[in-house]
Structures are given as C-alpha cells and as structure tokens.
C-alpha cells in the first residue's frame, strides 16, 4: 500500500526530472583567494573527478608550518563519487599534497608523462607504491561517467603542462591549467591554439582561466629570452659560473645546459632537488644533456674556473639550499671566489624577497659578480599576462568566465579584463574556496558551500595543529613566556615553596632580577588574599595570579608574555 | 726622573705631528647595509658633530621587537667631542633614533624648519621637551671647531631636506642627504645644482651619496606625475575617493587637496600621524590647504559620497591603521561602500608587501575600486635612480667617493655606477657600520672598528632584549614550548608528584593525550634511573629528562619544541 501511495509523487519527479538536468557542479577547493594549493572538484550526478592537488607554503603568521594543504575532509566524505585525479602540470602547487591525499584515499592518477614522473618520485620520497599512473598524451581522450576529457598543450614555466576540455551534460568547460603564449617555446610546442580555437567553435559554456599574472600589462616575454641574456653573461664570465634556479624549470635548466655548451663549460649539478628532476627529466626525455658536459662535484678542483658552470638550488633564498651555503662559506664543497658570477635565474615568490635580498647582499660581499631579476634578464615568467589572457579569451569566447588560479586581487583583474572586452559582468564568476558553483543550461548558481579551509603540516604531524597552537605560538613568539610555580599544601592552602619564576624569551633574565622579585611580591600578595578568603578553587587562584602578574609586567614593560600558573599541591 | 726621560719621546711626537695632519675621521653607525638607522659620526681632533640618528623597522625575525636602534654606546663614551647632531630630513630613518639618544646625552641639534617641527612633535610624544633646537636655512653657515659646515637643498619624499658641504682640514665632504633630480617639484624648489655645482669646482675629497635606487635604470619620475595620475582617478571616481599615504609626504598630501579641490570634494583627515603632520606642515608653511576643503570626520554623512576625500594612513598595510580598519569594516567612523575608489598612494617598503597586498584584497572583495603602485602610476620613489646618481657624481666631480643609505648591494650597484663613469675603483669607499674611515690629504684608510650593532625596542625595554631572547622567541615560535614538572623528595630523591606536563604552541593537547601520557612514562623511567644511581645533582637530572623527551618527542614528531624541566623539591 505505502508503495503504491508514493506513485504520484514519484510520477511528479519523473516529470520534473525531464524539464530540469542536473546541474554540473564545479566545487574549488583550493587555488581562489591564494597562489597556491590548487584543487578542483566536478561532480554530475553520482559522477566526478578531481583536477589538481596542490600545496602551498606558508604565510608568515603560521608559526613553524612547514606546509599548508587545502582540506580535502569533503573529498573523503564522497570519495565514491570520485573517479579520478587529473594533474595539469607538475608543480607543487598542484601536486604537493598528493602525498596527504593518496594516505586517505585511492584513486587512479592521470597526468602527462613528465607530470607523472614529476609525482611518482615525489610520492616515493614519502614512500607511497604501487599507485596508478595512467598516462595522458595530447590525443587521449579520457571518459569519466558522463563527462569526457580532451587534454590541450600549454606553455608554461614547466613542460608538458596541460589545459582541460570537460564535455559535460551542461556544456563544454575549458580549463587552461596554469598558461602563457610563449611563441618561441624551448621545446618548440607552442600552446595548442587550434584546439583551443576549435573548443572556441563548440560554443563553450565556461573558460577558467589563470589569473597569476593579470596585474601584468602586455606580453610575458618569451622563455628563449632568458638564453639569449644567460648568454651574453656566460661570454662575459672570467671565471666560475653558478645559475639557482627552480628545480622543476626544465626549460631553463636545458638552457643552461646549451649556453654552458657554446661556452665549452662543463655544468655540476648541486641541491637534492636539482639532481632528481635533472635525472627524471632526463630518462624521460624531456632534457637533452650534451655529451660530455656532466661533472661529478668532486672533479671540479681538475677543471680551471673559466670551464665550470654550477646549477644549483636555493634561487628563494632557502637557508638550506646549495647557493645560501654557498653565499655563507658554508658549502662542503664549493668555495665562492671573488669575480666568480651567480645568476638568480628565478623571480621570488611573494613573501622571500628578503631572503633572496640577503643572499645577494652576501654574494656581493663575497666580491662576486651577480644577476638577479630586477637588474638584469635573467628570468620571465611562466604566466600570461593580461594581452595574452584576453587573447585566450579570445580564442574560446566562452558564455560563462571564471578566473582561477590566484590571490583575489588577480581574480578581480582578471574579471577587470574580461570586462573591458565587452564581457557582462553578469557572466564573470569570482568565486571563493568551497563555493558549490552549480551550472544549468544558461545559467549558474551558489547557494552552498562545502567545508573548506587549510590543513596544516607541521613535521610528521599532518592536520594536528590548528588555530588554537597558532595563536599560541604567536603570542610566544611576541613576548615570550612567563611561568610561576607555586606549591602549595592542601591541608591549610599555604605557600609551601615558590613561588618560583622561569621566563623565556621575554626579558634577559639575569638583568631583571628586579623586575622578577617585584613581580613575586605580587604573587605572594594574592597568595595570601585568597588564602585569607579561603579561596581553594585553583582556577580562581590561578587567574587571580596571572591578571595581577599580567597587568604588573605589562606596567612595567609594556609587554605581554604568555603567563602559565603551575600549582603544586602536597 | 721619570718625567724627563720621557722627553725624547716626546720630541719624535711633535716632529711627527708636524709632518702629518691627524686625519678626519668618519664613522657611519647606521644606514650602511641596511636601508634604515642612518647616523654617521665627523671627527678631527677633539671635535665632531652627528649626522642624522634614525631608527629602523625589525626585520621578519626579530620576533616582538618594535624598532631598531644603532648602537651609539660609542657616542656615549666619547660624548665630550661631538658639539652638534644635524640632521638632514624628518623621516624616521633619520630622527627615529632621537628620543632614545636625547634620553642619554644633551646636544643642540640643527635642522630646517620643518624637519626640526617634525622632530619636536615627535619628542614631545616621548616627555622629551627644553631641547636646544637650531634652525637651519639654505644660507646657512655652521661652524664646529674646525669644520665649516654650508647646506644645499634637495629634492626627496619629504620638504626640507638637504645634503651638506663640510669644509674639513683635510677636505671637503660632500653629503648627497636622501635625493632624488626632481626637475619640477611640487615646492617648485629643486635641488640645488648650482650649490653642488660651485662645490664641484672646489675639487672635493669625497661625495657621500644616496643608494637607495641604485638598482633603477633611468631617471626617478617626478612627483607631479602622480598628482596628474590621481586628477584621472578623482574624474572618475563616483563615489568617495581613499587616499593613503605615507604621513610626512607632504608632497603628496599637498597634491591630494589640490586635486579635491578641482574637484570639488571635501576632504577628511582620518589617522593620528597624518592629522599631527598635516598640522605642523599647515603651521609651518609647507601645505597650502584651500579654504573650507577640511571636513570633520563626523561631519562627513553630511555631504554626498562624490563630494568627499579621505586621506589616512596605513599605506604600508599596518594592521592597526585607519585603511586596515576601513577594510576589515572595523572603523568606527567610515564604512566602505561598493564603487567607492581606494588609492594607496605608496610603494610597500621591502618586507610589507604581504601586508598591503592583503588589504588590497579585502578592499576589492569589499567592491571598492582600488588603485596602487604596481597597475598605476599613483606613487613615484623619492630617491635618485641610476641616471640621477651618474648626474650628481658628474656636477660634484669628488677624489673618493662613499655610497651611503642603502642594502650591501645598493651600495655596490652604486659603486658599480662609479666605476661606469671611469671612477677608479680604489677610490671608491665600500664601507661598513662601524668602519673608522680615516682621511689623510689625499688618501684614506679603514683600519680599525668602532662598538656597532643593534639596539632593540621592545615595549618600555630599550636594549635589555638580546640575541638570547630572540632566539628563544624564535625556538618558541616554532615548536612551541613542552614544560614537565616533577616535585621531588630531597630526603630520598623519590618522586613525590607528577610528572605533569605541560604544553603551548606543540600540539593540540585534547588530540594528544596518547603522545603526553607516552612522554610521561619516559621522564618516569629517567627518575627511576637516577634515583637507581643515586644522582642528586638536579642540573645532571634536569639535562636526562631533556635530552630523553626531546629525542622522543622528535621521533614522533618531527618538532622540537623548547623543553623545561621544573623540579620542585619538598
């Protein structure tokens, strides 16, 4: 009978089922607001995937976080939707928390063949086998439920980066992955624009676009610039040559490689790093070392100075790194010269021009010769800049453009861009992490967000710490601590010892001895008030003596450590 | 007896000192390596003076720390012969350091108008009043022991500002002050060529000169640039119209009235440091402000939004400054409305970016129009770029010359400069804080050190925080702190309570207990152990459980939290 009751509205159903779809749902969790921890979800039905999987570092308020991953809780939640994990390109901030999320989860892998390497040397420094690669070339086409994937070759500031053409029940979404227009690319493939023109044909119903550079006017400049100036300086070199640069920027390391070449110098490999992605990108293919040229660290000292070149890690000026060594007098290896050149073949990312600014400084008073971004053309960047995202838009004249991949004031102008080609402002999406972005035929829509947020890595400990630690270690970090023990015997609530002070990071103790006894009195003055109104409430006792200490020191100095009350009692 | 032999000695002394002069000496405390702490010592003789004592913001390590200090305990100590401090602007890189100075020793110091009204303000705020303050005019003569001391105006970030001619015994000194080649300034008083001009035929001895913008080709833009660029801004704007600026830019702030008054728009002070400056620059003749164009803050819902500018603070980001607060839509009196137009009038100084860079965020998710240095010519430099260096070494024409103000490799590019003009690099002084430079007739030499360094603010505490306390801030900051407390019986060395533990800033403790509980047992397994070998020494015990909780803690972790041990004995 209750079945039989439920007909009519199922019937109903049926009938609202034919007049809407359901909708397509594109849920970012990571990459919008931020450069960084990219990772998107599209979902159809029972159906979805997962573009991306990134991390980012740091900002300087996160207190002894090594790493910052988006939260992926919502993924783990619905993993059974989940059929894959497309990677565009092989930076960290697209593959960095693959490692955290293939802990929790399974899912097969598809990337490009030097994306895939990139990863599974990655996943097997964290000792993560026996995943599932599968591999995409520029032809795959890749079908996931309703939805059917076609992949278009971008430049960019690695090889073998990847946009998305997603065929979806709602319409075609084109994905650029993280682009330029490079027009003379070392690799000569240029950025696939018939592909993308024919996407354009399709009438698309979304362009996501990267939004890295859209404060940039005009045109990046080409990659085979940075050769040409490496070049001139190479020519101009007396003695040895060492160039930092990103370890993943295969183009420029082959062009080192070939500027090193025409010089008749022969290249050392020095950082972790940098011998990896040499090594992957070599038996991959995508490196062509000349014969020869290769060095072993240690035959360095068999070669005069004028033959040598040195790549090396550390362009963002990471204290560990083979160039801060260096610049230190503290490399095991490699002693820095007078009129010896280091080339800083990289810009910094935000938050690290200081450290570079520092290891500049150091090299110069080295007495070597250096280049770096700002005074010499050593480096271009990886993405497009405003005439090449309009050109992009161009090309695709999407219904519906969603800029991605940046911090908001990138998203904003990108949307700024896209505006001043006539696009409706109605028609540009800015949307923010967990943002549930539903798409109708001609229409979108958000309503709802998923959970969403940052989990943080900190040593072995992955998502332990949070806002409570942080703010703690913030307030440390500021005015240090303060710590009054007290004993105390149970019976008659009396001082049985103390109270005895320990502070660090506040004051030099041993000039303060002043101010530390002051602040003792005070504490026995409330020791003996509450004693006086009998008070045994420890927490009473304990936050009467940390105001009275708090308000005291920060009198005194203008200061406010963080104070802990230890009661002992006996 | 005694005295008589010492008479041939005495002879060779005076032969000698009538062969050689004794030399000028000159003694940078501050500004050298670092952009920030300008102060540099003059002495011949028994006599010296000071130029500029500036204070400098910490750097990103330098965890709770206010301002930096130079170190001046060598002023101090040799107090008797300095007669003058002269200072030749009123930014706080060159008067900073006044109110802690003038705390310790009493000196006049000289200035112009300005300048000097700028550093009353400030040591008023301090309790520091009867100071002994002399106005400099461009005119000027001064007259210390056997120095002549002439003043030459120049352009820069702020009015009043001048570099100086010292007439030694040994030479002539030309000081460049902080300077940029402004061929139409806004007070239309441009540097004067003529003066360093007349000084240039005198054949001087050393040219100090400004390093900032060394890196910079070409020319610095003129101010008037960015009152043009703000007249485009305020015509479009519809809505009210934000400025932030830097407070003593009274250039700036000059060119925001006049373009509100074309414009027709009232304009509101809003931030303590703008409203003081803007008082005194008003008092002393140095900002015209068009009649009945000021507004009370409280009178602004008066007026519709197209008839008003607010100018404020906060263009370097300050979390506590009037554009933060308008931003995070926390400023009691000015609520930011969508189409409003926010113009921060300013380049981030080097370690702020991320700072401003978030406000810019907030303000375009907040629907504002915003405009800043890197999409919009609202901010020039005030420092000479490489042609204005070249040009002024070129009119001054000097023996030696000292690149001053400025980052190692400021100073280096400028050095570089030199040497592009055909400066030979021997005459070319790279020194560093605390170099005793001597100057003999026609030579020089840097053979010995002065006490230098840094002196911390932190709170009320001026240099009673100290590498110690840093690195504890910076060990706590990181891992956060784990304390155990363990009470002790002295009779048998039993443990009578404990051990508790305690922890900040390490992990979250509710998540943890497993991890503190496994700890526990390990201080545990130490006491019995020392108990077992009778160790009464607390130190021994107190180094055992360290080491002990620290390893484990490590190999759980990977964190290295700062690790106490509390004994209490009973």
Redesign the interface.
């Known amino acids: 009978m209750a079945k039989k009751q439920k007909k009519a509205p199922n019937k109903r159903k049926n009938k609202s089922k034919r007049k809407r779809k359901s909708p397509l749902r594109i849920i970012p969790l990571g990459g919008l607001?931020e450069v960084g921890k990219n990772m998107m979800l599209f979902e159809y039905g029972k159906d979805g995937f997962i573009i991306d999987a990134g991390l980012m570092f740091p900002?300087?308020e996160m207190?002894?976080v090594d790493l910052v991953l988006p939260d992926f809780s919502y993924v783990k939640k619905n993993i059974s939707k989940y059929k894959a994990i497309i990677i565009t390109h092989g930076h960290e901030d697209h593959i960095g928390c693959l490692p955290f999320l293939l802990r929790e989860i399974t899912l097969p892998i598809y990337g490009t063949k030097l994306t895939l390497g990139l990863i599974e040397g990655k996943l097997e420094e964290y000792g993560l086998c026996h995943i599932d690669f599968r591999e995409i070339k520029s032809d795959s086409v890749l079908k996931i439920g309703p939805f059917k994937i076609e992949f278009m070759r971008v430049c960019h500031s690695i090889p073998d980066g990847v946009g998305l053409a997603i065929h979806t029940p709602i319409g075609l979404v084109v994905h650029s992955g993280d682009f330029k227009l490079d027009q003379s690319p070392v690799d000569n493939i240029p950025t696939d624009y018939q592909k993308f023109a024919s996407l354009g044909k399709m009438k698309p119903m979304l362009l996501m676009s990267d939004s890295t550079n859209s404060?940039l006017p005009g045109y990046t400049f080409p990659e085979r610039n940075v050769g040409k100036n490496l070049s001139v300086i190479f020519r101009k070199a007396k003695k040895r040559i060492i160039v930092a640069s990103f370890a993943s920027h295969i183009h420029r390391i082959q062009q080192v490689f070939d500027v090193a070449k025409e010089n008749n110098r022969k290249v050392v490999i020095s950082g972790r790093s940098m011998v990896t992605n040499v090594q992957i990108a070599v038996s991959l293919g995508y490196l062509n070392i000349p014969d020869k040229i290769l060095l072993d660290i240690d035959e360095i000292k068999k070669y005069k100075s004028d033959r040598i070149v040195i790549l090396c890690t550390g362009s963002q000026g990471e204290p560990l790194s083979a160039l801060a060594r260096m610049a230190s007098h503290d490399h095991s290896k490699i002693e820095l010269k007078p009129k010896d050149t280091v080339i800083i073949s990289a810009a910094p990312i935000?938050?690290n021009?200081?450290s570079v600014?520092r290891i500049?400084?150091?090299l110069?008073?080295a007495g070597v010769d250096?280049y770096y971004e700002?005074?010499s053309g050593v480096h271009v960047s990886g993405h497009a800049a405003q005439e090449e995202i309009k050109l992009m838009l161009n090309i695709v004249s999407p219904k519906f453009y969603m800029p991605i991949h940046g911090?908001?004031?990138h998203l904003?102008?990108n949307a700024i861009i896209a505006n001043s080609l006539g696009f409706n402002e109605k028609n540009i999406i800015l949307a923010k992490n967990g943002d549930v972005i539903e798409f109708f035929p001609n229409k979108f829509r958000i309503n709802r967000k998923v959970e969403t947020g940052v989990i943080f890595v900190?040593?072995?400990?992955v998502g332990?710490?949070?806002d409570?630690?942080?703010r703690?270690?913030?307030?440390?970090?500021?005015?240090?601590?303060f710590?009054i023990?007290i004993?105390i015997n149970t019976q008659n609530g009396q001082l049985?010892?103390?109270p005895?002070i320990?502070s660090?990071?506040?004051?030099?103790i041993r000039?303060?001895a002043e101010l530390i006894d002051a602040a003792k009195e005070r504490v026995v003055k409330v020791l003996e008030k509450t004693a006086k109104e009998e008070i045994t409430d420890w927490s009473v006792l304990k936050a009467d003596v940390k105001d009275t200490v708090s308000d005291f020191l920060y009198k005194?100095?203008?200061?406010r450590p963080?104070i802990?009350t230890?009661i002992?009692?006996?």
Chains 1, 2 share one sequence.
């Open positions: 607001g900002e300087e207190l002894g404060e935000p938050g021009e200081k600014n500049i400084d150091k110069y008073q250096v700002s005074i911090e908001y004031r904003k102008h900190d040593g072995l400990g332990d710490i949070g409570i630690v942080l703690d270690r913030q307030l440390l970090s500021k005015d240090g601590i710590i023990v004993t049985v010892s103390g005895d320990i660090r990071g506040f004051v030099y000039k303060s005194k100095t203008k200061r963080m802990l230890i002992i009692e006996i």
